[in-house]
């Protein structure tokens, strides 16, 4: 709801705005703009003022319930190509759709929202920054807009003084302050490049862990970084992580492209051209999907997908080290004389 009243804040004081997606994330929400005017940090009190003119006003959030042609045409009418490129791609089968209306503002958006914007309390505008149209790098770049709500200022001032106290204890401030590590862009981002005070740290609490855990009566074992696919399913961490996790290693040369191809199906954020081409791409390298159609329905194809995607051997960067610490106790028989195993 509070995503709403910042992008009618928004289209009121700027022109020729196009709405992407306003999502709630942890810690708050954001919309993407594309705008004729950069947005800046400089313009958040206007903003944020005009927030809470709609606020005040207290309107009312009304539900609709449009059909698939009707949709469209009202994000034709309202100018919003964003939206009509995802009602034809991401909805694509979707016969129906929902809408939230207050006031002139009217957004193609699932909800649920409060009753009224009345019940929007304290809220901040946080940051801005680039985000590619569905998250796409062959896409246009739009504004990203963070912010924050809660139902009273006091709520809000806790979580900002929150924010405030983790930026100071920011571990990449710290580490360059302190020349503890680095992070170079040829190796990777989140690549970690030890410097010799950060490896004396390091090692320090390295060895305090493991005199730890040895006095706490724990054994070591090590495991591989990677692991089958099977095993995180097991365990429920795949695809429970995958939003975090890098994309699963296939053993066949199609492997990247059906993954891409199943999880932009997941999220109905492929248009049937696309679709085609992806699936014509994957069968060059081999895949031997010659039966996949696209006439077939969404979850026949997801099926024909995730089958192909079983039948070879798929390896994933271990997101935490349980599964395999499990199929160490399971390698041979155990009696409950050795409990408890640590």
Known sequence: SAAHVMARAVMRLFDGVQLAFGPTIEGGFYYDFDCEQPLTEEMFPAIEAEMRKIVQADEPFERLEESRDRSLAICRDLDQRYKVEHIETGLAEHSTMSFYRQGEFLDLCRGPHVPSAGAIGAFKLLSIAGAYWKGDAANKQLQRLYATAFFTQQDLDEHLKQLEEAKR????????????????????????????????????????????????????????????????????????????????????????????????????????????????????????????????????????????AHEHERYLLKPMNCPHHVQVFANKPRSYRELPVR
């Not at 580490?175 to 981002?189: E, M, P, R």
């Not at 040895?214 to 090590?222: F, L, N, S, T």
């Open 169 to 308: 204890r920011d571990h990449r401030v710290l580490g360059k302050q302190h020349d503890l590590f680095a992070i170079n862009n040829l190796v990777g981002q989140g690549l970690i490049l030890w410097q010799p005070k950060g490896a004396v740290v390091r090692n320090t609490l390295e060895s305090f862990v493991r005199d730890e855990l040895r006095r706490r009566g724990y054994d070591g074992v090590y495991t591989p970084n990677v692991g089958r696919v099977e095993l995180y399913e097991t365990s429920g961490h795949f695809p429970y992580y995958r939003d975090s996790q890098f994309p699963p290693i296939f053993d066949h040369e199609a492997g990247q492209l059906i993954d891409a191809l199943t999880q932009r199906l997941v999220a109905e954020a492929i248009g049937k051209d696309e679709e085609r081409k992806l699936i014509e791409a994957a069968n060059v390298l081999g895949a031997g999907l010659n039966k996949y159609d696209l006439d077939m329905t969404r979850d026949q194809r997801l099926a024909m997908l995730n089958t192909w």
